[in-house]
């Protein structure tokens, strides 16, 4: 037996002993499967599930989730983040459905909206047993520390190279199988932090293991800038309303709601609740008076994005008069605030206001 063909035999192996019961692996339909890789990109597999299995209640086929609005989309989706994902989601539903069925080969896979190498390989072997191989963030670790490789995974010739031995290691024959071992053995066994190196089956082989590198390997090149921005969220309740607005695209949250927004280039200074109150604007001949409070609920609250860092500071400005509001702002009973998808930080704010 050949180095590759152990190294793959002992990972079917503790597959079959260790792999995760998960109800998408109960399965072949492309529909199921898909959705699961979708959601499960940038999301651990507990939280995943929950919404996986919403997703299927809520939409049983890809023809149920083309017919849904983007609004019922993004609400379902919320707290997952990435909401590119669910448009993409949308979008790629919609595509299966105008195309008749969803496609089988890898290519037809691929040319889904948000469908990536990855995910395409998933979705062709698991679904229709293809012998293609998935490579994503936990086989590119596998396979790094177990045969010593340097090469960076985001570079070109990392990419090639860990794919061509990926595909050298797939059985042919059990790609469904062998693409979820690796999945599994890099999410619970080999995983980026203390891995379980004393009793791992690959131990005997591991290059990283026997050469003191596991911390190491593998490699990436560093070459996300990470952008701060400072936000001043304004929650408005005015007689038992409030207002929001649809973030517009070409920015992060894309198609989320949020309450009043004032962002400046540099973290806000001690004066900025008089400079929120005098930047309003009252209708004609109405002026709030001493009854319109500005209370200050939180400040500096960090929200971390793959490439921004968000500061924002949270108030909830109770008025009996409306102001006057930017372009897009809409106002509502705060009852329906629920109804509408939030970006995270937004909903922490409105748990300071109450409104959980």
Known sequence: MTRSSNFTAIILDWYRQWGRDLPWRHTTDPYAIWLSEVILQQTRIEQGLDYWQRFVQRWPTVGDLAAASEDEVLRMWQGLGYYSRARNLLAAARQVV?????????????????????????????????????VDGNVYRVLARHYGIATPINST???????????????????????????????????PKSPHCDGCPLADTCVALHSHRVAQLPVKLKTTQVRARYFQYIYLRCQGETALRR???????????????????????????????????????????????????????????????????????????RPVLPAGYLWMPERDVGRYALPRLVEKLLALAGME
């Not at 948000?114 to 012998?131: E, F, L």
């Not at 860990?162 to 999945?183: C, D, T």
């Not at 001493?290 to 939180?298: D, F, K, S, T």
Request: aromatic residues 8%; proline residues 8%; negative net charge.
């Open 247 to 321: 973030r517009p695209a070409g920015d992060i949250w894309q198609g989320l709601y949020e309450p009043l927004l004032i962002e400046t280039p540099q973290p806000p200074g001690d004066d900025a609740p008089a400079a929120i109150m005098a930047a309003l604007q009252w209708p004609a001949g109405t002026e709030p008076g001493e009854a319109c409070r500005l209370v200050q609920l939180r400040h500096g609250v960090k929200h971390q994005l793959t490439h921004r860092t968000i500061y924002a500071d949270f108030y909830l400005l109770d008025t009996p008069v």
């Open 98 to 134: 105008e195309q008749g069925s969803f496609p089988a080969t890898l290519e037809g896979i691929k040319a889904l909206k948000g469908v990536g190498d990855y995910t395409a390989a998933a979705i062709a072997s698991i679904a229709y047993g293809q012998p293609v191989a998935a």
């Open 157 to 191: 010739q990392g990419k090639r190279e860990f794919a061509a031995l990926a595909q050298s290691l797939l059985p042919e024959r059990q790609a469904a199988a062998f693409n979820q071992a690796m999945m599994d053995f890099g999410a619970t066994w080999c995983t």
